[in-house]
């Protein structure tokens, strides 16, 4: 229940005998009401956001309203780490309309909201750089990735699996997809990256997210595309999945990627519990 999940964040507030809900509650801080309306003159806090921009929730708890206004609906309350994208080019009054991981829209504070980095904010910048995606996806969301990417075998290989083709084959830069079909037997595969995205996978998702590149960062951006919004599994921001939802996950993933559990394309895949235990092991379960 929604208003159960406000209590429990102590963002219930009693005023003359009806029950207001205060916008958000800034990072630390779990126990003082923060006005919504309370917009000073930076510019940083009224800036207009592109539409597709993907944003992180900065506030311990963010509501996510109906409407651009501190007495709308609530939708639901966003977790600090939470990541959303810019449904509309919004922002210049203070407010941001974005959809949710869950596929919600509605209007948040631009004060609560960072713009996340195109390329991730890590790394040396060279081609292929694991470090290029630190920051692209939330924490809990990427423990989800270094699971698939350990189930497609390219986890830890060359430059931590993005620069890896078809049958181990190594690319020579991340700028593109490299497009190429390597054969195996009657037939041949044009997989690539860490999450061994087909040509026109990534093509498909490339124009849908607008990704500039194949780069770290914006392959973990498109294996986040294709989780949510392609086989709609919604990852939890602040903690590991359950049992319940990951068995749920891996169900929904493995028309995507053949080799998560149950395994229905007839190649080699990993168990339910191989998994499971792999992706406690980076989550933290």
Same mark, same amino acid.
């Given at each position: 229940?929604?208003?159960?999940?406000?209590?429990?964040?102590?963002?219930?507030?009693?005023?003359?005998?009806?029950?207001?809900?205060?916008?958000?509650? #800034?990072?630390?801080?779990?126990?003082?009401?923060?006005?919504?309306?309370?917009?000073?003159?930076?510019?940083?806090?009224?800036?207009?956001?592109?539409? /597709?921009?993907?944003? =992180?929730?900065? +506030?311990?708890?963010?509501?996510?309203? *109906?409407? +651009?206004?501190? $007495?709308?609906?609530?939708?639901?309350?966003?977790?600090? /780490?939470?990541?959303?994208?810019?449904? &509309?080019?919004?922002?210049?009054?203070?407010?941001?309309?974005?959809? $949710?991981?869950?596929?919600?829209?509605?209007?948040?504070?631009?004060?609560?909201?960072?713009?996340? #980095?195109?390329?991730?904010? /890590?790394?040396?910048?060279?081609?292929?750089?694991? +470090?290029?995606?630190?920051?692209?996806?939330?924490?809990?969301?990427?423990?989800? %990735?270094?699971?698939?990417?350990?189930?497609?075998?390219?986890?830890?290989?060359?430059?931590?699996?993005?620069?890896?083709?078809?049958?181990?084959?190594?690319?020579?830069?991340?700028?593109? %997809? #490299?497009?190429?079909?390597? =054969?195996?037997?009657?037939?041949?595969?044009?997989?690539?990256? =860490?999450?061994?995205?087909?040509?026109?996978?990534?093509?498909?998702? !490339?124009?849908? !997210?607008?990704? #500039?590149?194949?780069?770290?960062?914006?392959?973990?951006?498109?294996? !986040?595309?294709?989780?949510?919004?392609?086989? %709609?599994?919604?990852?939890?921001?602040? =903690?590991?999945?359950? +049992?319940?939802?990951?068995?749920?996950?891996?169900?929904?993933? $493995?028309? &995507?990627?053949?080799?998560?559990?149950?395994?229905?394309?007839?190649?080699?895949? *990993?168990?339910?519990?191989?998994?499971?235990?792999?992706?406690?092991?980076?989550?933290?379960?």
């Amino acid at each position: 229940m929604l208003v159960q999940t406000l209590i429990r964040r102590g963002q219930l507030v009693l005023t003359a005998g009806l029950l207001s809900l205060a916008a958000c509650v #800034p990072a630390g801080v779990d126990d003082e009401v923060v006005d919504e309306d309370a917009i000073d003159e930076d510019s940083a806090l009224s800036s207009v956001v592109q539409a /597709g921009t993907e944003l =992180r929730v900065t +506030a311990s708890a963010l509501n996510l309203r *109906k409407s +651009a206004t501190t $007495s709308s609906q609530i939708l639901d309350v966003l977790d600090e /780490g939470a990541t959303v994208t810019c449904a &509309e080019t919004s922002g210049g009054n203070g407010w941001v309309r974005v959809e $949710s991981e869950g596929g919600t829209l509605g209007w948040v504070s631009r004060r609560y909201v960072e713009i996340v #980095p195109s390329n991730g904010g /890590g790394g040396s910048g060279e081609t292929c750089d694991p +470090a290029r995606a630190d920051g692209a996806v939330g924490t809990y969301q990427k423990a989800l %990735h270094d699971a698939l990417a350990w189930a497609e075998g390219t986890r830890d290989h060359s430059e931590d699996g993005y620069d890896v083709m078809f049958s181990f084959e190594i690319m020579d830069g991340c700028n593109v %997809h #490299p497009d190429q079909c390597i =054969r195996f037997g009657s037939t041949c595969s044009t997989a690539a990256g =860490r999450y061994q995205f087909l040509k026109g996978t990534w093509d498909s998702v !490339k124009n849908a !997210k607008g990704l #500039p590149n194949f780069e770290p960062e914006s392959q973990e951006v498109a294996a !986040k595309y294709l989780v949510h919004t392609v086989r %709609h599994v919604t990852v939890p921001q602040s =903690r590991a999945m359950t +049992a319940s939802e990951f068995s749920n996950a891996m169900s929904k993933l $493995s028309y &995507e990627w053949a080799s998560l559990p149950p395994g229905r394309y007839g190649q080699p895949n *990993k168990t339910a519990s191989q998994m499971r235990n792999m992706y406690c092991g980076v989550a933290g379960c």
